[in-house]
């Protein structure tokens, strides 16, 4: 079968044949329906080296994926040849007590793994391919009613993650609140989509494309801000007494935009870091609103995802696609490094 696959590091991945999966004991393979293209993968080809985790090239990339149940080893129970299905992307150790309880990007057992801190596109061979080995049929969700595997792809991550950042934030954003949602790509259009369906928060969205703001209109924001050196003065400006935002989530994690993170969150307010863009945020005791949370997030857990396909079957969190052929994956991706893609870029192989 036909597979993208990362070569080595600092490179461009390269459309290869490679050999059909076939499912050992206890897994499934997916016949892929789509496979979504991350701005993660393209912090993997051009800024990862070796070292950087704990996994390496070659393996085929796409750590977002659904299609149909084509192939199910010995002993899985539970899922049919055929089934439309979206596949849960972090793959833990599945016995440790965090695995057990669906949250496998936090495993506590790496080492128990399939891969340490990966899955599937993440160090072992993703879904940019025709079919994907799926190590552990735990990791098989069946698609609700009403969703199909193109739709489903992208929720696995670009929904997935800012759900799992916007659900923990959910006592914070009572009605009244603001949430502030920054880099409106993949994840942030999808993100803002979370807010307006699970909080009563306002959302103010922020991007450096005007294309991407029009889409965060298009799909609920009720303020749009070009970024650029007043942006958190206008973001606080937009808040209740000028106090600031309850939650910020940054889609992006540059210097620039932690900064206005961090300058427009209100006293007792979250600043989740999403974005993998490698700034950094100096922090002491004045430069930060009292109380402040911020944190870091990875993915979502598999519980989460069930709820994210249910928002998505309702027709709730609609993710705007662009679909692609195998062949075009390189293209898709050099758009997505060149702001070009609205919303999510699928691979439909
Ligand atoms: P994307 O390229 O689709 O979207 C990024 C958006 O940010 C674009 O709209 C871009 O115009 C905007 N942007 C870029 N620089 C900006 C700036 N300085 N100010 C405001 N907006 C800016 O990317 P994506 O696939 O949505 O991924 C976003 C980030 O999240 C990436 O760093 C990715 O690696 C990371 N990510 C993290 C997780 C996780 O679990 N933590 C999961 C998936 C992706
Ligand atoms: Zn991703
Ligand atoms: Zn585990």
């Not at 080809?45 to 199910?72: D, K, Y």
């Not at 552990?136 to 991550?157: E, F, I, M, N, S």
């Not at 799909?219 to 600031?244: F, K, N, W």
Request: glycine residues 14%; charged residues 20%.
């Amino acid at each position: 079968m036909r597979a993208l696959r990362l070569l080595n590091w600092k490179s461009e991945p390269e459309l290869v044949e490679v050999d059909e999966p076939t499912p050992g004991p206890g897994q499934v393979v997916v016949r892929i329906g789509a496979a979504g293209a991350c701005h993660s993968d393209l912090h993997l080809m051009h800024e990862f080296e070796p070292g950087t985790v704990p996994w390496n090239p070659p393996f085929t990339l796409g750590h977002e994926n659904a299609g149909w149940v084509h192939a199910l080893g010995a002993g899985v129970t539970g899922l049919e040849v055929g089934q439309p299905v979206a596949v849960y992307g972090p793959w833990g150790c599945g016995t440790c007590a965090r695995c057990r309880v669906g949250v496998d990007p936090y495993c506590e057992n790496p080492a128990g793994a399939p891969v340490p801190g990966g899955g599937g596109g993440l160090g072992l061979d993703g879904g940019m391919a025709e079919y994907l080995l799926v190590p552990a049929a735990r990791h098989v969700l069946p698609l609700p009613d009403g969703l199909d595997p193109v739709q489903a792809a992208p929720l696995t991550d670009a929904g997935l993650t800012p759900y799992h950042a916007v659900r923990r934030s959910w006592g914070k954003l009572p009605p009244g609140s603001t949430a502030l949602v920054i880099g409106v790509g993949g994840l942030g259009h999808v993100g803002v989509q979370i807010l307006k369906a699970t909080t009563a928060a306002r959302v103010v969205a922020v991007d450096t494309r005007e294309e991407a703001l029009a889409l965060a209109r298009e799909y609920g924001a009720d303020l749009t801000l070009r970024s650029g050196a007043g942006t958190a003065d206008e973001v606080r400006a937009a808040t209740p007494g000028g106090r600031g935002v309850d939650v910020v989530l940054d889609f992006v994690g540059v210097d620039a935009t932690l900064r206005l993170g961090a300058a427009s969150a209100r006293t007792l307010g979250d600043l989740t870091i999403v974005g993998i863009g490698g700034g950094t945020l100096p922090v002491s005791y004045f430069s930060v609103p009292y109380e402040v949370s911020i944190q870091t997030t990875y993915w979502g857990s598999r519980p989460e995802l069930t709820e994210v396909l249910d928002l998505g079957a309702r027709g709730l969190v609609r993710p705007e696609i662009t679909t692609f052929g195998l062949d075009q994956a390189v293209d898709a991706y050099r758009r997505l490094r060149d702001g070009k893609v609205a919303g999510r870029a699928v691979i439909v192989p």
